[in-house]
């Protein structure tokens, strides 16, 4: 079946290093994005792609980059992890346009 | 103004009670309309898509008011396995999907 994976599913970090989240889906869906989860806020996008080589920042995006070079991949990359960057974090991929996403299982990352 | 807003709650209910949650949306050209339910710890998973003309799944109802700007949510007789996090979101258009905070409702038994 296809699915959408996420990588690592934990993870502790330190103030300053780089971290890259791995997302994967096997639905060959043009649409990725990633968002963060913290208590209040809600699910807030952090960067979107529409297809390879395509990306764009979300309403979250200061400190984190992503990289788009197949269809099955978005890494997201933390340049220099900071303590405000402690949260869940969530890969989705949709297929058409105004159709829903699949999300990934969530990556708790404690940035200390 | 955020893109999308909901009551955060939390609702708590007996078993077997009625429930409705609503959520409203700022932007006008938003295409299309969802309620994922999401359980602690887990990743939000598609509940049921909101269609203008209103569509019900087994104990589910959603509808969709275009002139209001809202959507709605009711759950009827009410199982304990329905307490979760209910998230509205609209895809603006963008192809982008915009979240609620949610709304975290308890079934008591």
């Known amino acids: 079946d296809a699915e959408i994976t996420q990588s690592p599913r934990h993870k502790i970090t330190e103030t300053g290093r780089q971290v890259t989240l791995a997302c994967h889906q096997t639905w060959n869906h043009n649409n990725m994005f990633w968002y963060r989860q913290d208590l209040g806020h809600g699910l807030r996008l952090i960067h979107y792609s529409y297809g390879v080589q395509d990306t764009n920042k979300g309403e979250v995006s200061d400190g984190y980059s992503v990289s788009r070079s197949n269809t099955e991949d978005l890494p997201l990359t933390l340049e220099s992890a900071a303590s405000s960057q402690t949260s869940v974090y969530f890969c989705?991929?949709?297929?058409?346009?105004?159709?829903?996403?699949?999300f990934g299982q969530g990556t708790r990352l404690t940035v200390v | 103004r955020k893109e999308v807003e909901q009551d955060p709650g939390p609702f708590n209910v007996p078993e077997g009670a009625t429930v409705a949650f609503n959520c409203t949306y700022s932007?006008?050209?938003?295409?299309?309309f969802f309620w994922y339910r999401q359980d602690c710890r887990k990743e939000p998973k598609l509940l049921m898509s909101v269609y203008s003309s209103g569509n019900e799944d087994g104990r589910f109802t959603a509808q969709l008011n275009r002139a209001s700007q809202y959507i709605s949510l009711l759950i009827r007789d009410s199982k304990l396995s329905d307490s979760a996090t209910y998230l509205c979101?609209?895809?603006?258009?963008?192809?982008?999907?915009?979240f609620g905070t949610g709304t975290r409702l308890t079934v008591i038994p």
């Open positions: 979101v609209v895809n603006t258009g963008a192809n982008n999907l915009f």
């Open positions: 989705a991929s949709s297929g058409q346009a105004n159709t829903e996403a699949f």
């Open positions: 932007n006008s050209a938003s295409q299309s």
